[in-house]
Nanobody, 130 residues
Framework: QVQLVESGGGSVQAGGSLRLSCVVS????????????LGWFRQAPGKERTGVAG???????NYADSVKGRFTISRDRAKNTVYLQMNNLKPEDTALYYC????????????????????WGQGTQVTVSS
């Protein structure tokens, strides 16, 4: 019913920038995407998947401490797309980045917790070299 497709990953040097995009497609006319909360998660090799940034249907955002001041999440309702602008990238940001969605509002802390999300993309790789 809901499909998420990420793009925008790649390889950059430390200090560089990337913008990830995630298009959310809904195949059930009864589902209103405007009510969705959206998030970005990442998983580095050998590590658990962790929350990076999230945005609820009111535009409230939450960020992991490690990315505050460097990453910005935003959504374009007209395009059914959520973005993650990543600036001043560091080697430790290297990971597979996933987009996630859930068709309800979640607590602010929940925006970084994968247990709250029902739909997931396949991921896009970000590699930052020193």
């Amino acid at each position: 019913q809901v499909q998420l497709v990420e793009s925008g990953g790649g390889s950059v040097q430390a200090g560089g920038s990337l913008r990830l995009s995630c298009v959310v497609s809904i195949y059930d006319w009864r589902t209103d995407i405007s009510s969705f909360s959206l998030g970005w998660f990442r998983q580095a090799p050998g590590k658990e998947r962790t929350g990076v940034a999230g945005i609820d249907d009111h535009g409230v955002t939450n960020y992991a401490d490690s990315v505050k001041g460097r990453f910005t999440i935003s959504r374009d309702r007209a395009k059914n797309t959520v973005y993650l602008q990543m600036n001043n990238l560091k080697p430790e940001d290297t990971a597979l980045y996933y987009c996630a969605a859930v068709s309800r509002d979640v607590p602010i802390a929940g925006l970084l917790a994968e247990m709250w999300f029902d739909y997931w993309g396949q991921g896009t790789q970000v590699t930052v070299s020193s």
